[in-house]
């Protein structure tokens, strides 16, 4: 039963992260920030690196979700332990450019425990 939910909630995560790497196309100066103050977002050469981390993004949450069709419990909760990198990394940034906490810890921070705890989970199922 927990390994179905973490499954379900490692396929909202991943569907989430398609959608936010999308955002930075359709909706660039609301994504292009993610919590670093003063973000030039009308600036065409930084809205360019945004578009860099959608596609990460895109093909981040694509990969989970070939992972969670194709893949066993264990492999996708691997794939999202190491997955959690990425928003570790982003809190750090964030962090060191003096963005909020709330956004630090709120956002990049717990989506990465939840990435980690959903890995776990289903790396022990």
């Keep these: 039963m927990i390994a179905t939910v973490a499954?379900?909630?490692?396929g909202l995560i991943a569907a989430a992260v398609?959608?936010?790497?999308?955002?930075?196309?359709?909706?660039?100066?609301?994504?292009?920030?993610?919590g670093i103050p003063g973000t030039p977002v009308d600036d065409?050469?930084?809205?360019?690196?945004?578009?860099?981390k959608g596609n990460r993004d895109i093909?981040?949450?694509?990969?989970?979700?070939?992972?969670?069709v194709g893949g066993t419990?264990?492999?996708?909760?691997?794939?999202?332990v190491t997955a959690a990198v990425m928003p570790v990394?982003?809190?750090?940034?964030?962090?060191r450019a003096g963005g909020p906490r709330a956004t630090v810890y709120g956002v990049h921070a717990a989506t990465a425990a939840v990435?980690?705890?959903v890995g776990l989970?289903?790396?022990l199922a």
């Excluded at 959608?19 to 993610?34: E, K, L, Q, R």
């Excluded at 990394?89 to 962090?95: G, L, N």
Aim: no cysteine; hydrophobic share 70%; glycine share 8%.
């Design 121 to 123: 989970v289903l790396l």
């Design 115 to 117: 990435m980690v705890l």
């Design 44 to 52: 065409r050469a930084f809205r360019a690196w945004a578009q860099v």
């Design 7 to 10: 499954t379900v909630v490692a």
């Design 18 to 34: 398609v959608v936010m790497g999308t955002s930075f196309f359709w909706a660039p100066a609301v994504a292009a920030g993610f």
């Design 73 to 80: 419990p264990q492999l996708l909760g691997a794939a999202m």
């Design 89 to 95: 990394a982003d809190a750090v940034t964030v962090a």
């Design 59 to 68: 093909g981040t949450g694509l990969l989970l979700l070939v992972v969670l």
